[in-house]
């Protein structure tokens, strides 16, 4: 069934009579009942079942790949920390307890004592790959965005996948919990880099599923055969395959010559059959001819100077976007206020990123973010406080919710059962403990089937959606070659929207300091913890203002005011409006190696293993509140 027909089922339901929780006579009419099968074992004899039950074959693959043999784009850490959880099924509380650090906590309010459940991040370490030693955490939006827990001001379970399972009595195995990390719709967004001829896209996409179905009956020939060698040939197949799906984020001429030395490194196989060899060079010519016009991309607002920093090269703008509807808000589709002309009619714009290309003083590349914005997102999450963000209630997440609610109409209808047991045997405590179960279930489809709160898009934080960015950016940066990512800093280019203490907190300084100078800015804090995951460096790294090539420059430059509060003083930043390789008019010579030709920003050294998965959410702790940060009682 799908999502939208099971919220008018929900709608149905709740508009079903309950029973009266005073017991009375009379004949109840129009229930919903529900009657489970009688359990006819015994406990030994389910712990014997169990026993001899086959433990559950964990879809257990590489770090980050997600069950996959072919690394995705993104993946995720929760989804290795789950499959450590063993091979049986489990109840909802021990997941809970496994993806959170749980904790009693004994306090007194107003001189009573009471104990209290306390939920902290989980934290766990990488044993083996090329992450061993690395620690990373359960984030609470990664369980939120999934659907698979939700949780309360309190750490109370209050939704997703195991507050059903709880309420059901359910035990669920590590595959079915990986299979909900894997369906949130942060792993179904795709990028759109602007600029491409239409459909262009549409027909890359389809050169690459068809080259992969190819490639993938070729590879069926050759792993069925005893011949020696094979094994050679399905290997080299796979990393051609790698390779192609590697075109989805990077359609470069670099990128299709590393496709085309694979292809002939498998085909100079002596035994590759003639026949095969003449589709991998078909292969090639056809993803060759439709990667053409992806390379001629039109962008948007690279004139825009009030976002822009002159001077840079090859500027770029891509929008991550979510093709599927969502169709508990207000609209099903949003393309958000900006890029939405470049934009299909029927996708949601999450975020986007606009950035271009400088150089290092010893001529190294360096991709520089002008801006990371969500339009969907920020009205959001400034119309929520940080403990409502996460609250159903407030904000619902549709995605895998058909789950959720399957488990909880079943659930009513057996409650609604159980209640007209205790109201005719007049058991007025069960009556009462039935009565108050019924209200949470009923209270819960209610808020899926009459969401009025905000709209839901993944990725809320900026923090979070900065992190995603950086991410995409590096993974681009390691398969193009690109030896930095680096973030303009606030005194650049986002002061020239005039003083917004969001703008100075988010970019921060070349320093990696936040408002006033002071403090942790968000995408520097994300760079450093990127880097300690990568043992790579981050830190204040000196870029061109403009292309080291072209010595004659027009100068430019921009003064800026802080607001009367501030203690620091009004500034004035140079920029380059233009350059060119031979001498004009008004125009100064700044040679390649003059000083003058580079400023401070804030950078990450790319390192190769970058070019691979990268981890969805933030490697370690946050800058926003969390439910699961620590609790101090004095």
């Known amino acids: 069934m799908s999502l939208k027909g099971l919220l008018n089922l929900g709608k149905e339901l709740l508009k079903a009579k309950k029973p009266s929780a005073t017991p009375t006579t009379g004949q109840q009419t129009k229930q919903i009942t529900y009657t489970p099968a009688a359990q006819k074992e015994t406990g030994l004899e389910l712990a014997i079942r169990d026993i001899k039950t086959p433990g559950i074959v964990r879809n257990v693959t590489k770090e980050l790949h997600m069950g996959e043999k072919t690394a995705p784009a993104f993946g995720s850490s929760t989804y290795d920390w789950i499959m450590r959880k063993g091979a049986g099924k489990y109840t909802a509380d021990e997941w809970t307890d496994w993806l959170t650090s749980t904790r009693k906590v004994n306090l007194k309010v107003f001189g009573k004592p009471i104990t209290e459940t306390v939920r902290d991040q989980k934290k766990f370490k990488y044993d083996r790959g090329p992450f061993a030693g690395k620690e990373v955490n359960i984030s609470k939006e990664e369980l939120f965005d999934s659907n698979l827990a939700i949780f309360n001001d309190a750490g109370d379970l209050t939704g997703g996948l195991l507050f059903a399972a709880k309420k059901f009595g359910l035990k669920l195995d590590a595959n079915e919990l990986g299979a909900m990390i894997k369906l949130n719709p942060v792993n179904r967004l795709r990028p759109i880099e602007l600029g491409m001829a239409k459909g262009a896209q549409e027909n890359f996409d389809r050169a690459l599923q068809t080259s992969a179905d190819q490639l993938k009956n070729i590879r069926k020939n050759y792993a069925s055969s005893a011949i020696r060698g094979s094994d050679e040939i399905t290997d080299g197949i796979d990393e051609v395959i790698y390779k192609l799906g590697g075109l989805k984020t990077d359609v470069r001429k670099s990128a299709l010559r590393a496709l085309g030395e694979e292809i002939k490194a498998v085909r100079s196989n002596p035994r590759m059959r003639p026949e095969d060899i003449k589709t991998m060079n078909k292969v090639l010519g056809e993803i060759d001819e439709a990667a053409a016009p992806l390379r001629n991309n039109r962008t948007f607002y690279g004139s825009e100077r009030n976002y822009t920093l002159e001077g840079g090269k090859d500027y770029r703008e891509t929008i991550m976007v979510l093709d599927d509807a969502i169709p508990t808000n207000t609209s099903p589709f949003n393309k958000g206020g900006h890029f939405s002309d470049a934009l299909p009619k ?25 801006e990371i914005q969500s339009d969907v997102n920020q009205s959001i999450a400034k119309g929520l406080s940080k403990g409502a963000r996460y609250d159903s209630k407030n904000r619902f997440n549709p995605f895998q919710a058909d789950i959720e609610i399957k488990l909880l109409v079943s659930q009513r209808g057996r409650l609604i059962d159980d209640l007209n047991k205790a109201i005719n045997t007049q058991d007025s405590g069960r009556v ?7 209200k949470d279930i009923d209270d819960k489809l209610k808020n899926v089937t009459q969401s009025k709160g905000e709209n839901y898009y993944p990725l809320l934080e900026s923090d979070a959606y900065g992190d995603h960015a950086l991410k995409y950016l590096v993974q681009k940066a390691a398969r193009e070659n690109v030896d930095y990512v680096a973030v303009a800093p606030f005194n650049m280019v986002s002061f020239r929207q005039g003083y917004k203490a969001g703008n100075e907190r988010f970019y921060g300084y070349s320093s990696g300091k936040g408002i006033e100078k002071k403090g942790k800015a968000i995408m520097p804090t994300l760079m450093n913890k990127l880097a300690r995951f990568y043992n790579s460096k981050a830190g204040p790294t000196k870029i061109s203002l403009s292309d080291p090539k072209l010595p004659y420059k027009k100068i430019g430059s921009n003064t800026f005011k802080y607001p009367e ?11 380059h409006d233009d350059a060119v390789k031979d001498p004009k008019k008004g125009y100064k010579l700044i040679p390649e ?30 800058l926003v509140v969390d439910i699961f940060k620590e609790r101090r009682y004095n």
């Open 432 to 438: 009462n403990f039935l009565s108050k179960s019924l």
């Open 565 to 575: 509060r501030s203690k620091l003083k009004d500034f004035t930043v140079k920029h």
């Open 593 to 622: 190696n003059d000083p003058r030709l580079y400023f401070d920003a804030f950078a990450i050294k790319v390192m190769p293993i970058m070019r691979n998965t990268q981890k969805t959410y933030k490697a370690l702790g946050g």
């Open 346 to 370: 029927e996708t949601n714009n999450i975020y986007h990123i606009r950035y271009d290309t400088r150089f290092t003083p010893e001529g190294k590349k360096v991709f520089m973010i002008n």
